[in-house]
């Protein structure tokens, strides 16, 4: 992969990635701009020690967010669990079950609630499966949204279903490739806006059973 050339154009963007082991995550990536000021194909994570290479392209804020979102960085999160040497290939396919998962999943998600909150406007993208880092641009809702839950009984069975409200309209999200991107509190991909919820509520609540 080329590197980024801090002389000449570049942007900061955060990217919503969905590791194979951890589920999503969001990462810092500073994208090399082409002479008409679109984004390049030359890309690269960044992390504290590097933030200062590309300080023109940082604020404040920046600085905050690339140090929450290293701490769910894989290699640091690794460090923290396992107090050996190990790749982390090795990690996830030998050592990595459930249990693990579930000491490390809230510990992302603390860390994804407190990004998302500085979020509101910087560039956030949608990852590729490939690992590009602009692949979709995304938004965050400008408000909370609504959720209700009802529960419908017939002779058969008791069925629950949620139903969503934003800006005053119901948002059609069932069967729709929604994805609930972070649990606790809940925040939901849909097309290309990310919702998060009044009473932050759990993201477990808006899957129907």
Sequence with gaps: MLRVDSTKPCQLIYAIARHEYLSYVIEPHIVQLN?????????????????????????DTDLKLVKILEEMEQ???IKKFYKKPIRPFEFFTKI?????????????????????????????????????????????????????????????EIR??????YQG?????????AEVICNHPAWMLLDDT????????????????
């Design 35 to 59: 002479p008409n000021g679109e984004f390049s194909l030359t890309h690269q994570r960044l992390f504290s020690n590097t933030a200062k290479e590309f300080s023109t392209c940082l604020d």
């Design 75 to 77: 290699g640091n999160l």
């Design 96 to 156: 990595f079950n459930e249990q693990l998962f579930d000491t490390i999943r809230p510990k992302i998600e603390k860390r994804m609630a407190e990004a998302l909150n500085l979020l509101a406007d910087k560039p956030l993208y949608l990852m590729s499966k490939e690992g590009y880092p602009a692949e979709k641009k995304l938004q965050i809702a400008t408000e909370a949204a609504t959720v209700l839950f009802h529960f419908r009984r017939d002779e058969q």
């Design 160 to 165: 629950y279903f949620p139903t969503i409200k």
């Design 169 to 177: 309209m119901r948002i059609e999200f069932m069967f729709k490739n």
């Design 194 to 209: 990310l919702y998060y919820f009044e009473k932050e509520i759990e993201g477990k609540k808006l899957v129907p059973f």
